[in-house]
């Protein structure tokens, strides 16, 4: 028995050792055809970015912001969005149900006032309790409903808007004044084009006043320093590989555009998942590839936005949890799309890839770890064996990092100074001693969640948010109970009023 244990171990280390070499072939694949886009679009947008006649011919587009508790950031995120430098365009703000005071801060802050709009429900959602506009800001309308979701949130913002794009952000989120231009670019260069999404990055750090990001900084603690390197990572190499061979399978919900009606053909945004950014952009896949209907999803590397991310672990599980739960609610419902010869390099690669190294992954690395130290802790590999393991699998994070580091030097240069590429290059190193380790646990509790208990409500993920990026006036969250006492609007109210 010990010695066919002995065996079945040996010859684990090999599939170990396989995967490793499959999984470090496929990511600096993506980082090669990364580094060729990236070159490319910078020779192509270097100038200016869009010619002066440009802006007529941009197409209206409707930006959703579904909220749930956002008291601490969503005046702000709303002044961002009123300020974007594009021709014509509406905001539509969704209070799901909020027991804080996010209903009353934007109704007091905008000056709206309840009006009667008809309501087209295309998309089953909760009760919309009712809806309100503005004299003073004619682009912003508010939804208040029953909680359902971000999911049935979303849904309920699409059944309100008038134009045939939307653009659906986080609350906590700010864009810069460009970047709806930008992200919305390729439905200009390509009629195909049904989905596209932008660059999300750390906002931790920086400081925004009044809707305006004033100033770039690198965020002081060490969590969402570490998912700085993470983003960039993610966003620059991850998914500008995809895009090119239009097999991209997520456009981030804090920052994407769609087509309303392909949206709207696929049943909206599903309320069963954890992970509804990511399901509906394979569900387009699904659908249009089995349509034979040409169609493009892309990825802009230089439209950025910037979000709080989790400055606390109990957060960083919460987020990372549902982040893997969310990719197996997207993936296997759609195994249809794997190998299928109608997908294309959506089926052949991407759906593959997601699979072996995305949702599987975390298990891979896991049992690597254990069994390599087993097998050095029961004498049956040599300790350079072990260290050599250890030191390609460091070495190949490192490597990968660093690179993205290299890639944002190289393009959009958000962290100019010498000071601050210094603390992104000791980040990517240390980054993968605990704490690439520690989200890959994350990862995996949220995979053996999706397995023990079935479906999950589209809930929100709430992290903590201390609101620090804000400047001190814009931060100031001490006029609450005024607001709610000029308005009378509380959470009470809002559950009485039929």
């Not at 249009?288 to 960083?316: G, H, M, Q």
């Not at 001693?433 to 993920?461: C, E, N």
């Not at 948010?465 to 609007?489: F, H, I």
């Amino acid at each position: 028995m010990t010695s066919f244990l002995a065996a079945g171990l040996l010859n684990l280390q090999w599939v170990f050792f396989a995967y490793f070499i499959l999984i470090s072939m496929a990511y600096l694949a993506l980082h090669y055809v990364s580094v060729v886009t990236t070159l490319h679009y910078m020779r192509d947008n270097r100038a200016e970015y869009l010619p002066k006649i440009m802006p007529s011919y941009q197409p209206p587009i409707s930006i959703l912001i579904p909220a749930f508790n956002e008291e601490q950031s969503i005046v702000s995120s709303i002044h961002s969005v009123l300020r974007l430098d594009y021709p014509e365009f509406e905001v539509v703000v969704v209070n799901d149900g909020s027991t804080d005071a996010t209903l009353a801060r934007v109704i007091a802050e905008f000056s709206l006032h309840e009006f009667p709009e008809a309501y087209r429900q295309r998309l089953p959602t909760e009760r919309i309790r009712a809806i309100y506009a503005s004299p003073r800001f004619p682009r912003l309308r508010l939804v208040d409903k029953d909680n359902g979701g971000k999911s049935d949130a979303l849904n309920a913002g699409i059944n309100c808007i008038r134009y045939p794009l939307f653009c659906a952000i986080d609350a906590d989120c700010i864009l810069n004044p460009g970047s709806l231009a930008r992200v919305v670019r390729p439905f200009l260069d390509d009629s195909t084009t049904v989905a596209s999404g932008g660059v999300v990055r750390v906002l931790n750090g920086c400081t925004v006043k009044n809707g305006f990001l004033e100033k770039v900084e690198l965020p002081r603690a060490i969590l969402p320093l570490f998912q700085s390197v993470e983003y960039l990572r993610a966003f620059l190499f991850g998914r500008l590989g995809w895009s090119p061979i239009n097999a991209l399978l997520v456009i981030s919900g804090a920052f994407g555009v769609f087509y309303k009606e392909h949206v709207v053909a696929v049943g909206g945004y599903r309320t069963d998942t954890v992970g509804e950014d990511m399901d509906l952009v394979v569900r387009l896949h699904r659908k249009l590839r089995r349509e034979k209907r040409p169609y493009r999803i892309t990825f802009v590397p230089d439209p950025i936005c910037w979000t709080e991310v989790p400055s606390d672990l109990k957060s960083l599980r919460a987020q990372r949890t549902r982040w893997q739960r969310g990719l197996a609610e997207s993936l296997i419902p759609n195994l249809r799309l794997l190998f299928s010869r109608r997908a294309g390099a959506v089926g052949l690669l991407a759906f593959p890839f997601m699979i072996l190294f995305e949702l599987l992954g975390p298990i891979v690395e896991a049992a690597g770890y254990i069994g390599m130290l087993t097998l050095w802790l029961l004498h049956m590999i040599p300790l350079q064996s072990f260290l050599v393991f250890l030191f390609l699998s460091v070495g190949m994070g490192i490597l990968l990092s660093t690179n993205a580091i290299f890639l944002e030097r190289l393009s959009f240069q958000m962290y100019p100074r010498v000071g601050q590429q210094l603390i992104l290059f000791v980040v990517a190193i240390f980054e993968n001693f605990g704490y690439r380790q520690l989200t890959a646990i994350y990862r995996l509790m949220g995979l053996a969640g999706w397995v023990f208990s079935g479906k999950a409500r589209s809930d929100w993920g709430q992290i903590v948010r201390d609101g620090s990026w804000q400047s001190p006036d814009a931060n100031d969250t001490t006029g609450t109970t005024a607001v709610v006492a000029a308005t009378g609007v509380t959470a009470a109210s809002v559950e009485k009023k039929p």
